[in-house]
């Protein structure tokens, strides 16, 4: 009787755990939706993943875009969902929604999180792991200036990190 009230209480806990984390993270999930949306919407209005490479990034033609990964860069406030762009050129980041910044003036700006690296600008990329959760793997892009860059959430993570070998 006892190992079925170990189980019950353990189960309760977990359920527990499970609706702290929904209600915690509702906003950001309903946000993130709301931008995968977006950002899927403006795929198929420009004619598919690299047209919007282009136009993010202004890329040249001589530039080719190898792979593009939806993932999440990981930032001081909290991560950012986006796609990951990785060309012949550069690695870039488009965020899926439209962040809010207060412009220098005080005007309120509307854009979406970017980055792009240059190549030569990488001094090496690294691929890492949770130790506690190994299927969470990370992705961290150092540069020259010894900046780090980490990405995660990857729906294939060898293949994303395979291009940048």
Same mark, same amino acid.
């Given at each position: 009787?006892?190992?079925? +009230?170990?189980? +019950? ?27 995968? /949306?977006?950002? $899927?919407?403006?795929? /198929? ?34 991560? +950012? ?16 929604? %439209? *962040? ?9 700006? $509307? +854009? ?7 190549? $030569? ?19 961290? %892009?150092? *540069? ?10 990857? /729906? ?8 940048? $070998?």
């Amino acid at each position: 009787m006892d190992s079925k +009230i170990y189980r +019950i209480d353990k189960n309760r806990k977990k359920a527990d755990n499970f609706e702290d984390g929904v209600r915690e993270h509702w906003p950001k999930f309903s946000e993130t939706v709301k931008g995968k /949306l977006s950002l $899927r919407a403006r795929i /198929l209005q420009l004619g598919g993943v690299k047209r919007v490479f282009r136009h993010i990034f202004c890329a040249k033609e001589e530039e080719k875009l190898l792979k593009a990964s939806q993932c999440y860069l990981s930032t001081t406030t909290s991560p +950012i969902a986006g796609l990951l762009f990785i060309s012949t050129q550069r690695v870039a980041f488009c965020s899926d929604s %439209i *962040m809010k910044f207060s412009s220098p003036n005080g005007e309120l700006a $509307r +854009i979406h999180y970017k980055v792009s690296i240059p190549l $030569r600008m990488i001094k090496r990329a690294n691929q890492s792991e949770n130790a506690k959760k190994t299927s969470q793997k990370f992705m961290e %892009i150092v *540069m020259m200036d010894n900046f780090h860059f980490w990405f995660m959430g990857f /729906l294939n993570y060898q293949k994303a990190f395979s291009y940048l $070998r």
